[in-house]
């Protein structure tokens, strides 16, 4: 097996991922799929990195995961507070940018 | 380094606006004195520039030049030819009376609050349109006369939408609405026509590598600038279309009755006898100067659209009930003849457009400012209401016939010199337009004889049977510009003689010679 | 000497500034100072006159530049004056006959409280009509040519709280623009021929340009001429143009400003002479005018409009003399210059009556004036006798020569100009007679008005009466002298050329036969006029009186195509201004308007939404990167 | 097995790839098909597990167990929290509401993931080069060694991102108290004005539902809205059983009536003149 397989898997999630974003309107489960299109990303990073022989794929990859750990913490304060809010977690519901 | 008197023509009133713009609000009266006092140092300042002028001596004279955006070439670069010269020197000639005429056209119906400046905010945009008019005479870089040409849009604008014409037959209400509207349609028209112009100046810069005028022409004259036809001819369609929005040509012309019709009297002055002949001048000196050759292959459309532009317009102002829109469509017909004289391409009809330029501007507000008094007095622009006036007021009635006679080129009086050449030179390349053409004369005729006829002749209407003849102020604006269009009428040739040269450049640039008369007269 | 000539002109342009511009504090003094240099004017024709007369034939011209009027490369107008013979005839008629009218105004409009200024329009007008024929150039004559209609314009319009006033001097104004529209075309067309529009230089080469242009040159100059002058078919105005003042009417719209035509015709003479076709165009034009006009004379009961009826048809006679060529050039002016005098004196007449009559100008409701205005009758009277051509009489001598020379054209176009102006003849002979005998012979038919005010007729103060008896005496003795040894013919022949016209019948022949016409005329007109009471209200007449009485309908020609033609025609424009141009931009902007609405829909505001949109233009963009490598 | 250039990687690494990653992929599915978002979360940590095996046979031991203790362990867990915070919602429902989305979705997805997954294919990647070299000093003391010289800066920087990102969430969730807390005096008085002096009814029906979630029924069978929190209330989290019960009480009759032999007479006589 070629390593270049992971890349097929990481594209495969990561399509997956972007199309759970779109479908699901719970806020929560979108940000789930935010993940695992971040974990997809990762997956490619480190296959990247193991077929270059170097670590800086896999450096990159930290970097995503702390990076991804901010963005949840601040994401789900939003929808956390959103949810006070609007007692909602539907991304539908805020469509205020509608003229 | 001499002194910059260039750019002192365009600085003065621009200082002068900053000035008049800082007045407190409760010094109203203490505005328009400083506000007409830069606009008489312009004057001043223009007429030292108009006697430094040497009608025989360079193309382009009182040269500055200083860089500017060196990254792209752009510099601010100044220079005026014997038109462009003539043609500053009619806007500082204007703007005084246009101030004077407007004395009381901001003064606020009641006083609002203590900050509100109407008046300030008038005189201040009067003078900025001023400085950016007289800038863009003068500038011979095509970015820098982009920017100007671009920039006056803004005080226009406001001075359209935000000081309209008292006298609406709808009411305030609808008035703002029309006022609104007609500003709104000003700036959209002018701004469409900037933005293909905005395109054809990017492509210039890219074909050429520079924005001066000068090296431009000189390069396209020894042919190391060597453009495609094709090219040319795209880059001289959107300057083009750009002047025709501004200058207004048939069928982008729309914008102008409304914007006239709309605005006082001093601001239609401002627009007609000032901005637009921006759009005019530009035409010969960008279009021609930089794309002879396109010029050349457009000129039957050009010149046909030019003839449209005179009878349509004429016809549209005997069908006007409005004296200001009545004067705007008369003011489309004139465009016409100058833009017929400009792609004419005889000495005869370039110098009669560049003439007419200057006649037109002195005449339209000899006759659109008496309008605009006659307007004030009974607060109606609408012709029925008038009638008899020449019984109550016969000197405003008698100023108004001179505005009228010169409106339709009578001898004697300025325009019809420019006009007369304009023909002539028309006539001697293409004899079936020049013909078409003279309709005109009798349609302008009518237009003006029949609004002299329904508002100051016949029994005096009621609504008029009070109304004041001129004031002093009234006169002093009227007079000169009346006692101006006699003087050129019978003896323009101090303005001839600046001209002249700088047709005979334009002549060359586009390499036309006048066609040789049929028969060598005897002397 | 030459310097005299601006003189000539600024004299009563000097008046016309000072009493337009001069105010109330005028008002006193305004008439005299007109009227003074009015006559200061004709003191100065009189003197270049004298001088003029003092030098051999072809030297007489003089010449005076004043300054470069329009200096453009290629295009040399100057302000420069030449007064011949031929202009030299023309001061004298117009500063001679404007300085009586000036003086008759004295009286005529005493009681107009804006008398000022209508002796400042007077000057204006003098000014203008002297410019026209002093000129050099055509760029200048049409300077005086506009200047005398604006003249025109303001005098016809002098009463302008009448409606009917401002309207004639509008259409006037307007009628005569369609014909300077010929003459500017003519000057453009000289321009272009011979690459000037002085008369020397152009005058001289007409032989060496194509024929083609030259006859253009010569119809655009008709057509100009047709428009001052009242021909057919620009002739509609004139008679509104009676609304006028009388003095007006008789110094502008009869003596000096309509034959202007007749002059532009003479002086350029040596056009026509090079393009039979337009002299035939211009023979038709007079020959049809001069029936026109005697016509709509014989019909209409306003005293004036008969008058202005006579002036057409005369002109008629002037610009069909002015068409036959050097044989005609001559007697064309010679009939101007009497006829200046007689149909001045007409008209004056004409106002002196009116004057009397509370402004009545029906002369169903004149009748029997004889006794009580004995000087205003013999001077109309001698003016009547000189108009049908009395023998003896000035008219009878100019007029005489026209019938001859028109004879004299030859083949079956001379036989018909022959009996046209032999008919005309007779039919003035009739018309005149008519308004004689309906003014001042028969029982009176006046009565009191709606207010009950009842005329009182009077004979008219001396400063009205005096320039009546002077034109009277010109209107007698005018034409004699000028016949007296041909003295007219060899005055003017330097200028216009002249040759004998050979008539196939004898001039003895043709003499009798006018007189004969003449008398058969005055006949018919006593046999209806004369010998019956006239009724007061005017019978209902046959076909051609009705016709003729509304101008044989050439108004309602122009009202209904010309005018109603033009409203559709303007009303249509502006709607299209404002649907279709208008329409076109605000279209765009409503389509654009709606694609936006269209397109604002997919701005549905849900975030999932936009992510699709982001999603698909990732791919897209992924897709033309592999396109683009894969190229 | 060369170190530095492979093209093909053990049998054991491919068996376990073909498995897992096939679970993986379902586990994917599974987190954006599932109803519930409890489900959705076990189901994403099921595949970051899989994600972590994966780290590992990769040679980032490192990233390997970071995967499985931060992000399957604390992150996973925070988003559990957030789920029990939030609760339950309409928003859980599968149909979609925006006219199209899911087909665009599904077009746009398939789209995408063909071109990824060509632009994959398009680059030819026979032969890699392992981590054998890389890693020898130990995959740790590597990216150590890697994190604190060449990648200092965005290192330093990330640490900061954590710092804001950290007070950011308390900033967000924190709410101040924008009015005095009342005071019991106050509550009281508030509650003898209200029409309720009492305590409010309790929730709960017949004792065979005495969930918070059950509104009690009031005497004509009808659910009372006080007796339910309102939190629940907001969620539309009530479960209303007063149909239920008069469908019970309804049964209840019928059986008795059966038993006691009793016929309704007037419904026979209805059938009958039927």
Known sequence: MNPVNYLYLA??????????????????????????????????????????????????AFFTMVVAAAEVVVGLAIIVSLFRSRHSASVDDASLMKL | MSFPLLTATAAVPAIGAIVTAAVPAARRTGAKWIALAFSLATLVLAAIALVRFEPGGDRYQLTESHAWISDFGVRYELGVDGIGVALMALTALLIPFIILAGWHDADPLETKSSRWRPTQGFFALILMVEAMVILSFEATDVFLFYILFEAMLIPVYFLIGGFGDRAHAGGDEAGATQRSYAAVKFLLYNLAGGLIMLAAVIGLFVQAGTFSLAEIAEARANGTLDMSTGMERWLFLGFFFAFAVKAPLWPVHTWLPNAMGEATAPVAVLITAVVDKVGTFAMLRFCLQLFPEASKWATPVVLVLALISIVYGALLAVGQRDIKRLIAYASISHFGFIIMGIFAMTSQGQSGATLYMINHGISTAALLLVAGFL????????????????????????????????????????????????????????????????????????????????????????????????KLRELAVVTPLIALLLFLGVYPKPLTDIVNPAVEHTMSDVQKTDPKPEVEAAP | MENLIALLIAAPLLGAGLLLCGGRRLDRVGHLLGTVLAAASFVIGVVLFADMLGKGGEERALHQHLFSWVPVEGFQADIAFQLDQLSMTFVLLITGVGTLIHIYSIGYMEHDERRRRFFGYLNLFLAAMLLLVLADNYLLLYFGWEGVGLASYLLIGFWQHKPSAATAAKKAFLVNRVGDMGLSIAIMLMFTTFGTFA?????????????????????????????????????????????????????????????????????????????????????????????????????????????????????????????????????????????????????????????????????????????????????????????????????????????????????????????????????????????????????????????????????????????????????????????????????????????????????????????????????????????KPVPVIAPRGSLLTRAARR???????????????????????????????????????????????RLRKLQNGYARSYAVSMFGGTAVLIAATLLMRAV | MNTLAASLTSTGEAVQFWILGTVAVIGALCTILMRRAVHSALCLAGTMIILAVFYLANGAYFLGIVQIVVYTGAIMMLFLFVVMLVGVTAADSLTETIKGQRWWAAACGLGFGVLLIAGIGNASLTTFTGLGVANAGGNVEGLAALVFTKYVFAFEITGALLITASVGAMVLTHRERTERALTQRELSEQRIRSKHVPPLPAPGVYARHNAVDIAGLLPDGTASELTVSKTLKDRGQIRDVSGEAMADLKALEQRSSERLGRVDRRDREDGVTK
């Not at chain 3, 001077?379 to 005489?400: E, M, N, Q, V």
């Not at chain 3, 279709?580 to 709606?594: C, H, I, P, Q, R």
């Open chain 2, 375 to 470: 307007i004030s007095r009974r607060g109606s622009r609408l012709i029925s209401d008038y009638g008899g006036v020449q019984k109550v007021a016969p000197v405003l009635a008698g100023t108004f016939l001179i505005g009228g006679l010169a409106t339709l080129s009578l001898p004697g009086l300025a325009p019809f010199v420019s006009e007369f050449l304009v023909l002539v030179g028309t006539f001697s390349v293409y004899p079936v337009i020049g013909i078409i053409a003279t309709v005109g004369i009798v349609l302008a005729a009518l237009y003006v004889l029949v609004l002299y006829q329904r508002t100051m002749t016949g029994p005096v209407n009621e609504s008029v049977r009070s109304m004041p003849d001129l």
């Open chain 3, 551 to 597: 101008d044989l309908l050439q108004d309602d020609f122009n009202h209904v195509v010309l005018v109603r033609g033009g409203e559709h025609l303007t009303r249509s424009l502006v709607y299209v201004d404002h649907t279709l141009v208008d329409g076109v931009v605000n279209g765009t902007a409503a389509s654009f308007g709606g694609l936006s609405g």
């Open chain 3, 199 to 531: 008369f020397g230089p152009v005058l001289e080469s007409t032989g060496e340009a194509s024929d083609g242009t030259i006859t253009g040159i010569g119809l655009m100059l008709l057509l100009a001429a047709c428009g001052k002058s009242a021909q057919v078919p620009l002739q509609s105005w004139l008679g509104d143009a009676m609304e006028g003042p009388t003095p007006v009417s008789a110094l502008i719209h009869a003596a000096t400003m309509v034959t202007a035509g007749v002059y532009l015709i003479t002086r350029s003479g040596a056009i026509f002479n090079a393009s039979p076709d337009a002299q035939l165009v211009v023979v038709v034009v007079g020959a049809v005018t001069l029936l026109f006009g005697a016509i709509v004379g014989c019909a209409k009961d306003d005293i004036k409009k008969a008058l202005a009826g006579s002036t057409m048809s005369q002109i008629g006679y002037m610009i069909l003399a002015a068409g036959l060529g050097p044989i005609g050039y001559v007697f064309a002016i010679m009939h101007l210059v009497t006829h200046g005098f007689f149909k001045a004196g007409l008209f004056l007449g004409a106002g002196s009556v009116m004057h009397g009559m509370n402004d009545e100008v029906d002369m169903r409701k004149y009748g029997g004036l004889r006794k009580y205005m004995p000087v205003t009758f013999v001077t109309f009277g001698l003016g009547y006798l000189a108009i049908i051509g009395f023998p003896g009489l000035s008219g009878f001598w100019s007029k005489d020569k026209i019938i001859e020379a028109a004879f004299a054209k030859g083949g079956t176009e001379g036989w018909i100009l022959g009996a046209v102006t032999l008919l005309g003849a007779a039919l003035t002979a009739y018309y005149m007679t008519r308004v004689m005998l309906m003014t001042f012979f028969g029982e009176k038919r006046w009565q009191p008005d709606a207010e009950g005010n009842e005329p009182h007729p009077h004979e008219s103060p001396k400063s009205m009466t005096i320039p009546m008896i002077v034109l009277a005496f010109g209107s007698v003795f005018a034409g004699g002298l000028f016949s007296l040894n041909e003295s007219f013919v060899k005055w003017l022949e330097p200028v216009t050329a002249f040759e004998h016209g050979h008539p196939p019948i004898s001039a003895g022949a043709v003499t009798a036969s006018t007189v004969v016409v003449l008398l058969i005329g005055v006949g018919a007109a006593y046999l209806q006029y004369g010998r």
């Open chain 1, 11 to 60: 594209a495969l999630l990561f399509t997956i991922g972007a199309a759970g974003v779109l479908i699901r309107r719970n806020a929560i489960v979108v940000f789930m799929c935010v993940e695992l299109m971040l974990n997809a990303c990762n997956l490619a990073f480190v296959a990247f990195s193991r077929m270059h022989g170097n670590l800086d794929g896999q450096i990159i």
